[in-house]
């Protein structure tokens, strides 16, 4: 019986990417080859460079120099950095050599993926040894134990307040990776609250995602997209604050519904087969035990902690922090706490070192995500699908046209993940589409976000396997899961870009 079993299992998440990684290296023997030439703006010498192949060529940085590329975009967005990443000149894709990736580009490519994001996987590693340290001073448990009794009838206001924060942070600043560090937190409050790990990583991962997709103030979708589309990004911005309103409602909703069926009858989990392993793992914490007290020192505790998440996000929201000084706070809250709590030397490195293994997975998950990416760019197919996407909307309606520019941008997040890397390699070459069939460039901006954010759900090259992995759930539970919800969100996205391009 456990043979059957067994076999009838979805792959890891590692072993799903891996699949990926060596199906995109196929893609390169057959996808052509070709490259756009890239512009950037050197900031030391107020000089444009113009990259050709492996040829650099200095250009005088001015409005005429932009207009003769067919850059549709103001001076003043390069000098003031609002574009920091070299964006791709339209009209200059070319075929080049093909550099089909072998097996050893695909050994070598999750390799180099951990090497690419080393600063990503120390952040959650980091992260990972703080939760360690926590966890053994026993706050946790005390902090679910209180917070169990306070919403005890009112558990959907967690819900409600979970996925609202983070989709705030979302539309604001991009949160989006820093959320590795929620998982582990909030898992085991929401299993007090009698509810699956599905309904926290909904939670937290759709949080995030809607308030990505329909980013208001984000500098790393909506404001750099903007300025490569050479418009203000404050243009667009009502329809994008609808959708944010309309789209987060419908996943609230969604998530309650669901969460409330289980909580009525924990057999309609669809992870239920997992749960005496998911109640395992974080059985340590999750205990409904009243007579765990939360101490003076405990609620010290507590507080040092939620305050990393603070700093960490005033941090990267005002100060321009990157990963190197969110993992520094993380770390000194370690420290922190360590002192607090007198944990004894060698039992804090102890402690922290196993607390950093238990997420060791979800950042391998991490790097050969990266690696996917990196077999593209090497390979030299992704300006390549750019160009062929372009070609696809000419002659097209409005309504057709920006939502062919939707699906577009939706299948091209599954090879360029990245929001600020998708905005400049897309944006100038896209932009000026919308040009010829009487679509505002913001609408182009609107379907750009949409796209990558909504295949974000599903998106195994984004987060999601990641997210999952930290409580061993398939990506075929998660699919099961939110099929109906991205269908849902796909009708009325496509609705609103419809009826946006005719007012």
Not at 100 to 128: C, N, R, T, W
Not at 351 to 358: Q, R, S
Request: net charge neutral; hydrophobic share 50%.
């Amino acid at each position: 019986m456990a043979s059957k079993n067994n076999k009838s299992k979805f792959p890891t998440a590692q072993t799903v990417l891996l699949i990926i990684a060596g199906l995109v290296a196929l893609l390169t023997w057959f996808v052509p080859a070709g490259q756009y030439d890239r512009l950037s703006y050197n900031k030391e010498t107020e000089t444009f460079t113009r990259t050709h192949l492996t040829e650099t060529i200095t250009l005088v940085a001015s409005q005429k120099t932009l207009n003769d590329l067919k850059v549709k975009i103001p001076l003043e967005k390069f000098t003031n950095g609002d574009l920091w990443k070299p964006i791709s000149i339209p009209g200059t894709y070319l075929k080049l050599e093909p550099r089909p990736q072998g097996l050893l580009a695909f050994i070598k490519s999750p390799l180099l993926g951990i090497l690419a994001v080393s600063d990503i996987i120390l952040l959650v590693l980091i992260i990972g040894g703080l939760i360690g340290i926590v966890n053994s001073t026993g706050a946790f448990e005390a902090g679910i134990s209180w917070l169990a009794t306070v919403l005890k009838g009112k558990e959907y206001v967690l819900i409600i307040l979970v996925t609202t924060l983070i989709a705030i942070g979302g539309t604001t600043f991009g949160l989006a990776e820093e959320t590795i560090a929620f998982y582990p937190i909030l898992i085991p409050v929401f299993l007090a609250a009698r509810y699956d790990a599905i309904v926290a990583l909904a939670s937290i991962y759709i949080g995030s995602s809607m308030g990505t997709m329909a980013s208001t103030v984000n500098p790393f979708s909506t404001i750099i997209a903007s300025d490569a589309a050479g418009i203000n990004w404050t243009v667009g911005i009502n329809g994008r604050f609808v959708m944010l309103a309309l789209g987060l409602l419908i996943c609230i909703t969604y998530i309650i519904w669901y969460a409330q069926k289980v909580k009525k009858d924990p057999t309609k989990s669809i992870i239920y087969s997992q749960k005496e392993e998911i109640d395992k793992m974080f059985g340590s914490i999750v205990s409904n035990d009243n007579s765990t007290k939360l101490t003076l020192r405990m609620r010290l505790i507590l507080i040092v902690f939620v305050l990393c998440f603070i700093v960490m996000i005033y941090g990267v929201s005002k100060l321009d922090w990157w990963f190197l000084e969110m993992t520094s706070v993380f770390f000194v809250g370690a420290l922190l706490i360590g002192f607090i709590s007198r944990i004894n030397e060698r039992v804090f490195v102890d402690t922290f070192v196993k607390g950093a293994t238990d997420l060791l997975g979800v950042a391998f998950i991490i790097g050969i995500a990266r690696g996917v990416t990196i077999l593209m760019e090497d390979g030299l197919i992704s300006d390549t699908l750019l160009y062929y996407s372009s070609n696809l909307t000419n002659g097209m309606s409005k309504g057709f046209f920006i939502n062919t520019m939707l699906y577009i941008y939706g299948g091209l997040s599954f090879f360029i993940p990245s929001s600020s890397g998708m905005a400049v390699l897309t944006m100038p070459i896209m932009s000026p589409l919308g040009d010829g069939v009487g679509v505002a460039r913001e609408h182009i901006v609107n379907s750009y976000q949409y796209g990558m954010g909504l295949f974000a759900f599903i998106n195994p090259t984004g987060l999601i396997l990641a997210s999952l992995a930290i409580v061993n759930i398939g990506y075929d539970k998660w699919l099961k899961f939110v099929t109906p919800l991205v269908i849902i969100l796909l009708i009325l996205t496509m609705t609103i870009l419809t009826i946006s391009v005719y007012l």
